[in-house]
């Protein structure tokens, strides 16, 4: 390892989304972490605002992107990561559980017959004992599952990227009601990167405000969390968590974005197939168990 990386910061307010450019100071290698492209429910159009702003940066700073990161399948935003791949180049890679979440949402929307579940959508799929480099900065995995089954925090050169895991020690953690969600699974999650050092810079995925603080942050540490997170700070025992995390899930309404979300960021960034007319379909359940468990 050779130094820190450099960390910029992208932030989408609609979604309340926090993207990285993840760079090697001494050779200009970067990586790329949870990217959104811009979507509009009510019109079903897609923009590349978002994205483009990660493109001029890149280009501006003369990086070269090799890795494209995904913490999870989100189910707030569409990833950017296949788009941001066909302008920028760089290998995509999501954790290797993503296939239990293709399978689940495979079934939930009724895909094509030509879809497989076994992750080739993305280039790469990672777990706890992959290990890699973004120039000459190393990258460690950790499996982190609870919110979904394929979270993964990257640890770059002793700073680490949370995905949805945690949140500002003052709004807690992740929600676990979504398929293949379990709120002792994410404890444990949890309890592996507050087992990093105290010092250790946590970048957040979003964050949403609280009633006493307006502005929106996305950096924290292993010692604030400990010491302070309202959910899960030293001393909160796995029951006491669970407990708290599936209360709280029953009062939750489904996230805005997350029908299109998951069909889309399943299949590695990109839109389903289409039809015999040309056109391209996001698909809604109707009245079905699974559309009620998506609810919960």
Do not use: M, W
């Given at each position: 390892m050779t130094g820190k990386p450099i960390v910029e910061t992208f932030f989408d307010p609609?979604?309340?989304?926090?993207?990285?450019?993840?760079?090697?100071?001494?050779?200009?290698?970067?990586?790329i972490i949870d990217a959104v492209l811009d979507y509009d429910p009510a019109s079903g159009r897609v923009d590349t605002n978002c994205a483009q702003q990660i493109i001029d940066f890149v280009k501006t700073n003369s990086l070269k992107v090799q890795w494209i990161l995904d913490t999870h399948v989100h189910a707030d935003h569409l990833s950017a990561s296949s788009y941001l791949q066909h302008r920028l180049g760089g290998k995509t890679a999501i954790g290797h559980l993503v296939t239990q979440v293709q399978q689940t949402f495979a079934d939930v929307f009724h895909v094509e017959s030509g879809f497989v579940a076994d992750g080739h959508q993305f280039d790469h799929l990672l777990c706890a004992q992959s290990a890699f480099r973004v120039g000459d900065l190393d990258v460690s995995v950790l499996e982190t599952p609870g919110h979904t089954p394929a979270c993964l925090t990257y640890v770059i050169a002793g700073v680490a990227f949370v995905g949805d895991t945690l949140f500002m020690p003052d709004y807690g953690t992740a929600r676990t009601d979504f398929p293949g969600g379990d709120a002792g699974?994410?404890?444990?999650?949890?309890?592996?990167?507050?087992?990093?050092?105290?010092?250790?810079?946590?970048?957040?995925?979003?964050?949403?405000?609280?009633e006493e603080r307006e502005e929106f942050c996305h950096l924290t540490t292993v010692a604030?969390?400990?010491?302070t997170n309202i959910h899960v700070h030293d001393g909160i025992s796995l029951a006491d968590f669970v407990g708290l995390r599936n209360a709280r899930d029953q009062g939750l309404s489904a996230p805005k974005l997350l029908l299109p979300s998951v069909q889309f960021n399943m299949r590695g960034g990109d839109f389903?197939?289409?039809?015999?007319?040309?056109?391209?379909?996001?698909?809604?359940?109707?009245?079905?168990?699974?559309?009620?468990?998506?609810?919960?």
């Open positions: 609609v979604t309340f989304t926090y993207s990285y450019v993840v760079s090697a100071p001494n050779t200009g290698d970067c990586a699974t994410l404890y444990r999650s949890i309890r592996r990167i507050l087992a990093l050092p105290s010092e250790t810079e946590l970048y957040l995925c979003h964050d949403y405000g609280t604030e969390q400990r010491a389903p197939p289409a039809e015999d007319n040309g056109t391209r379909y996001f698909k809604i359940p109707l009245d079905t168990q699974a559309c009620g468990d998506l609810s919960a």
